[in-house]
């Protein structure tokens, strides 16, 4: 069955697509596209085409999977400027999301109708492009710079409203009547002069208010910080309104080239594709029945348990949230609360919705009310006791089929379900703080964890909006325990010598928001501090006697003003350095490369002990847990796709050299020097 076919309406011809999932611009579906046109313009008896397609949605993009592969005719560019050539009219019928190279076959038709429903965008930065069909050429002179600016460099689609307002879309039609509404559409335009989107002249604004570019740039500057595709997005908007159409594409495509070739599209391209598959679980049939989820329980109101609470009350799932005292209870749904309404505040939800969720939540005092749950959370304190003791009540109160859940960040998932006679519905959810805003969620597989069980927790993930990756049980999962080297090799660091404003910066160049000592002073350096002051036995210890506990106290290794500005301090330099000659350690001057070397390499050989050891299913998992968890740039495709960039045989060479700083027990990984000795790669 060919994924394009056309029917005839009388005097309009409906192109169809028909290529799921997602009707991406393949070669054959551009081949049957420019076929099909080709056929409109040369029947008399076609006065119009409408263009739409089946399944889910419009044209979602370029096939992705055919990047990297030697292209094949007729390129898209072709085949979306034959459909504006034409001198009938073409509507393009718009449902679903249409995307990148979807996008821009709308802007080359004459017209785009689509339902309430549908969103409209041009997503190529999130795969570190721009478009390459000359969607930033046509969009801006079809809504104008200022307009398109967003739309090509946040790449962020937008709903069909919003399009009708800024010209993008010519009318919404019925959501359940896009076919018949459109062709009604495409016949009241036959017999009128088409407009052509690259004949548009709203591209001005741009050249009357220049200043827009720099405004955007410095308005997004935080955001970009790092990224190439951001910036060629404005420059190609730019030339939208400086060149000609035909000049303008030319630079398009010259920036576009740059970027495809450039090693940020191949990472992004890569995330794209990683954080899909690591949804799926290997040796588990896509389609095992999953246990239905229709009531939660949690387990703690506190920061954890209202953020988990709140994933499932915003999917419309109900949730029973349970305390010890009436106190802390009413603490915690109080502070569920404010979280929606300061929400509602910025406008992402409406007091109607406030209140939807929270009619969803039940607080009680009483583990009865528990009974009835089909899946309990617990996130009580990281206390391997307290967690027994909750399971095994647990295992007395909640019915049977039921999954029982640990948010433990590092305990051990096994021994927890031996605290029940259920060790097949135990397993780990890990949330990560703030748990209603984090995306990445660590799925624990314990030993006996039941196939249906995980299965239902990693549907569930997706229902709750969350990028869930299968653990296995090893201390801190995947990624607390690759966290961990880096936090030993950015203290030894700074007693060598290093100083730890170096440190941070090493990481915040590299592309993290924040390095280790940055983030210790947002989290608290007295987080485990045993508070007594006469107690010195590390520099956290020297620094909280001093009362130095991080932002929170105006002090921590750095000192910070009223509005939270950050300076290094000589006094927090002092202390480190005495502590250090104390411990006998010589200092000396390290380079920035050495810190980069020291702080990333050894994350890389625990990220291959975790695939030695099966603790994650693929490679590409790992990269998805730190770029989600943890703030690792995705323009460099997590650690694993990083390492592989940088060549494996450099990790490993660099880890060689720095053996003796890595101390005599350093876990040095075979797989990684196995794959690094025959040029393999983690991806
Ligand atoms: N190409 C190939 N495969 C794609 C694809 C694409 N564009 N989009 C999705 N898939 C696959 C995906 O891998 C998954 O496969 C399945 O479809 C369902 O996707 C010239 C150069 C459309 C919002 O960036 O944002 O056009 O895992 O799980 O959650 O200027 O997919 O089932 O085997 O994400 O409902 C620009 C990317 C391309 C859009 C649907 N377009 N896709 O989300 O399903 S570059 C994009 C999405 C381009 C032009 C440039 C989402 C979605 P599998 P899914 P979903």
Known sequence: MSVITAERQDDVLVIISNNPPVNALGAAVRQGLKAEIEEALGDDAVKAVVIRCEGRTFFAG???????????????????????????????????????GGCEVALGCHYRVAVPSAKIGLPEVKLGLIPGAAG????????????????????????????????????????????????AFAREQIGKPVPRSSEGTANEDGVKNPAIFDEFRAKNGRKLRGFEAPEAGIQAVKAAGEMSFADGVAKERELFMKLMTGTQSAAMRHYFFAERAANKIEGIDKDIPLIPINKVGVIGAGTMGGG???NFLSAGIPVTILEMEQEALDRGTGTIRKNYERTAKRGRMTEDQVEAAMGLLTPTLDYADLADCDLVIEAVFENMDVKKQVFGKLDEVVKQGAILASNTSYLNVDEIAAATS????????????????????EVVRGEKTADDVLAT???????????????????????????????????????????????????LDFGFPMGPFQMSDLAGLDIGWHRDPS???????????????????GAGFYDYDEARNRTPSDEVQTIISE??????????????????????????NEGALILEEGMAQRASDIDVVWINGYGWPVYTGGPMFWADTIGLKTIADGLEKHADRLGPDFPFSQLLKDKAEKGERFN
Not at 66 to 92: C, M, Q, R, T
Not at 535 to 553: F, H, N, P, Y
Request: with cysteine; proline share 6%.
């Open 579 to 604: 502590f250090a000659e104390k411990q006998g350690v010589v200092q000396r001057d390290i380079s920035r490369e050495e810190i980069k070397e020291r702080l990333l390499y050894p994350m890389v």
């Open 308 to 310: 988990i609470s709140m």
């Open 422 to 441: 259920r060790p097949e519905y135990v397993l780990g959810l890990h949330f990560f703080s703030p748990a209603n805003i984090m995306k990445l969620l």
């Open 62 to 100: 370029a096939d992705i999977t055919e990047f990297g592969k030697p292209p094949v005719e007729p390129g898209l560019g072709e085949v979306i400027d034959l459909i504006e050539a034409s001198d009938k009219p073409v509507v393009a019928a718009i449902h679903g999301t249409a995307l990148g």
């Open 535 to 553: 107690r010195v036995e590390s520099i956290r210890d020297a620094l909280c006697a001093l009362d130095r506990r991080g932002q929170k106290t």
């Open 136 to 183: 930033t050429q046509r969009l801006p002179r079809l809504v104008g710079a200022e307009a398109a600016l967003p739309m090509v460099v946040g790449g962020d689609p937008v709903p069909a409203k919003h399009a009708e307002a800024i010209g993008l879309v010519d009318k919404i039609v019925g959501e359940d009547s896009l076919a018949a509404d459109a062709i």
């Open 457 to 507: 927790a990693m549907a569930l993930s997706k229902k709750i909006r969350k990028i869930a990756v299968v653990a296995g049980v090893c201390d801190g999962f995947i990624g607390n325990r690759m966290l961990s080297p880096r936090q030993q090799q950015a203290n030894a660091l700074i007693m060598e010598g290093a100083k730890y404003w170096e440190v941070d910066e090493v990481l």
